[in-house]
Structures are given as C-alpha cells and as structure tokens.
C-alpha cells in the first residue's frame, strides 16, 4: 500500500509530474489549471526535480515549446484549461502529425462566450479530433493515477495525450488519495530514449516537413492507425499499473451493469453522482446502471457494446454541445457504435452542467425516470435534450 495524502486535483497532477521528472514543462497561466505550473515550479525552485521551466507569453508557445523539446529528444509536458487550449489549436494539431509524445494536464472548463470559468468539456470535447490521446477522471484519486500511466501510453503509441479533469470539482476540491511510492513511478514510467531525435548524433532528421500530396495522405493514415493500435497500449499499461497499485483500470468502469435495463453513460466527475442514484434505483428494484467512459480517444466501441447490448433504454449525457443539431459528440460516437448491433437499445442524449451548473442525484433520477418510460412504451421521443434548464 503506498502513503495515503489529501490532495487536490491539480496538486496531485503537479506531484505526478515531480515524481517522473520530466525534461521541459512549457507553460502559460489559466484559471482553472493555474496551480499546476505554480505546484510544480516550486518543486523545481528547490530542487526537487531536473525540469527546464520555459514560462512563455502564451498557450500557443507553450505548445510550440513542448513540440521543440519533445522533437529534440525531451520529455515535454505543460497544462492548460478551455481558451488557452483552444490558442493552442494549430499546434495541437502539428504535435499530434509530427508523432510527438507530449502529455498535457488539461483542467476542464467551459468556452468563451459568453465568459465563463467553470466545469464543462467544451475544450477538450472541441480538439476531441486533433490527433490526441483523450483520458477522463472521475475524481483525485484517478486524476494521479491517469496521468503516471500517461507517459508510457503516448511513448508506446508515439502520440500525445491528454488527461482530462473537471475544473474546481476534481481541481479544487481536497480528497484523500494513496500516492505511489517515487522510485516505484520512475521504474514504472522508465527512461526515454526515442529512436530517432532532432539531437541524436549522425542522424539526418526533419520534423513537421512540408506534407505534399503523394505523402499527405500516408501519413493521416499512419496517425489513425496509431490511435487504432492505442487501445492495446493503454490496456497494456493499466495492466501494469494494477500489478504496482492493486488499482485497475480500462477504457470504461461499469457500475452495476448486470442485468441493467437501464444505463446512463457519463464521462467525468459526474458519474460519482450518477452511482449514487443507480443505488438509489437499484434500494428501490429498478435494475439502472451506469457507464463512464474513461478513454474517449480512442474510442471505447467494443467496451461499449458489450455493456449496452442487453439494456432497453440508454441516456448518453454530453457535458458539452455539439451545435450538429442532433446531441452532444458523446451521444454521437456511442450511438454510432451501437448501430450495427442487432436489438440495440433505444437511446437518447442529455445535454447537462454547461457552465458549472449542477448535476445532483435527483438530475440523473430524472434521467432514469425518462427511460423507464422510453422502455415501456418503445417510443424515445424527443432525442435530442437539454436537463437541467430553468424554466422561463
């Protein structure tokens, strides 16, 4: 058992990164993810670790300096939340081409505009489609835990990834956490060493050419197909994770799945709630259950359709919109994944807590209460929702 602490969100990310002890942290200052960079400054002002901070005048350089080191041989990491995500756009977009395996704390929080600086998944939902590893935590605990196994995902994949928490809820707020031993993390994550670099002596290399046309294409191609083979990796890892911690991990969490007819599927801190009210519903005979998609890049299909294949009715809830007209990206993903599924269960999409506005155990109990209704009568009516919305 390793030594148990209280930690918040972003502390536990910031003493992650001091027990890896990376090589470059670029970063620029955001509320909610502030605190990172902050954290782990410290930890480098007196000499805990061997990092060169680069403090740069933006989240675009910030991600311009990790891609720089990370090309040049470096471990890179850096933080960042909603708008200082979204500067950094472009440049995602080159990290993940150029086959660079950055890892970023992203800290959860709601796009301009209107301005706002609280929970919801518009950033990272909104880059959902540049080429990044995309892994979600429910709470502190799998908020350090994500991100120590970051490291060896992206170098086996040679992508970069992203661990994703909700702003002040999993942030801010204080949990107690069991730490891993440091030496144990070092020996866990190892000692990088790419095989081709910008530094590397006698190598001829060229990192981000120009792609022309007869090149372009093979090169999206090798990109889809490395996030393909990521799933194995990522599994590969929780495997030994669980050998060092007991604690397991995979692309989704069932949570009282058997013989569920109904089931909600949920990402982020908000399945803590929704656990509650499947107990709730489970006290009461109403066979409910829940899913958390842990993983969204890649993917979790077959995860998902081994869960979903035997329920009635299915809530997939978006913490985001998709502005498609027709739900949320979460909604969209999981119902294409059930299409080809032979007596797949009728579903519906719940657009919830944009902004910080408040999920509780009755929200979800409202939700499940819908799909009782969608299962007796067959009938899923209207598909496209929002819950949680003062009435005018």
């Known amino acids: 058992m390793g030594r148990m602490d209280r930690m918040s969100g972003n502390e536990a990310v910031a003493y992650a990164m001091k027990q890896i002890n990376p090589d470059v942290m670029g970063a620029f200052p955001i509320t909610p993810s502030t605190e990172i960079p902050q954290y782990f400054a410290k930890y480098i002002a007196d000499g805990e670790v061997d990092t060169e901070f680069v403090p740069v005048e933006s989240e675009h350089s910030a991600m311009s300096t990790c891609i720089g080191a990370s090309a040049a041989g470096a471990r890179a990491i850096t933080a960042t939340s909603s708008a200082g995500l979204a500067f950094m756009w472009e440049m995602l977009y080159v990290a993940a081409s150029s086959r660079l395996p950055i890892v970023m704390a992203v800290v959860n929080r709601a796009l301009t505009g209107p301005i706002n600086i609280n929970n919801d998944h518009s950033d990272s939902m909104g880059c959902r489609d540049t080429g990044w590893i995309q892994i979600y935590a429910e709470n502190n605990q799998e908020v350090y835990d994500n991100y120590i196994q970051a490291m060896p995902i992206a170098e086996a994949c040679r992508l970069p990834i992203m661990i994703c928490q909700d702003g002040f809820i999993t942030s801010h707020a204080v949990e107690n956490i069991e730490l891993v031993a440091t030496d144990k993390v070092r020996t866990f994550v190892g000692k990088y060493e790419p095989e081709h ?8 290399l060229a990192v981000g050419p120009y792609g022309v046309s007869p090149y372009y294409m093979e090169i999206k191609k090798a990109q889809a ?14 495997d030994q994770f669980h050998d060092m911690t007991g604690r397991k991990y995979g692309m989704i969490e069932r ?6 007819e109904l089931a909600v599927v949920v990402i982020g801190s908000s399945a803590g709630t929704g656990k509650a009210a499947v107990d709730k519903l489970r006290d009461m005979g109403i066979a409910a259950g829940l899913v958390k998609v842990r993983v969204f890049r890649p993917f979790p299909k077959e995860e998902l359709i081994r869960q979903l294949r035997g329920t009635y009715a299915v809530a997939v809830m978006d913490k985001c919109e998709g502005f498609s007209g027709q739900g949320g990206p979460l909604f969209a993903e999981t119902r294409s994944a059930m299409y080809d599924v032979p007596g797949r269960p009728q579903m519906i999409n719940f657009v919830y807590g944009l902004g910080g506005r408040d999920v509780t155990v009755d929200t979800f109990i409202e939700i499940f209460t819908e799909l009782q209704k969608i299962a007796e009568t067959g009938e899923p009516g209207e598909i496209y929702r929002h819950i949680g919305v003062r009435e005018e």
């Not at 670099?197 to 001829?204: A, F």
């Not at 949570?255 to 569920?260: E, F, G, Q, V």
């Open 197 to 204: 670099s910008l530094l590397k002596e006698g190598e001829r």
């Open 225 to 238: 197909e490395a996030m393909k083979s990521a799933r194995d990796h990522i599994l590969e890892v929780a």
């Open 255 to 260: 949570y009282r799945m058997n013989h569920a």
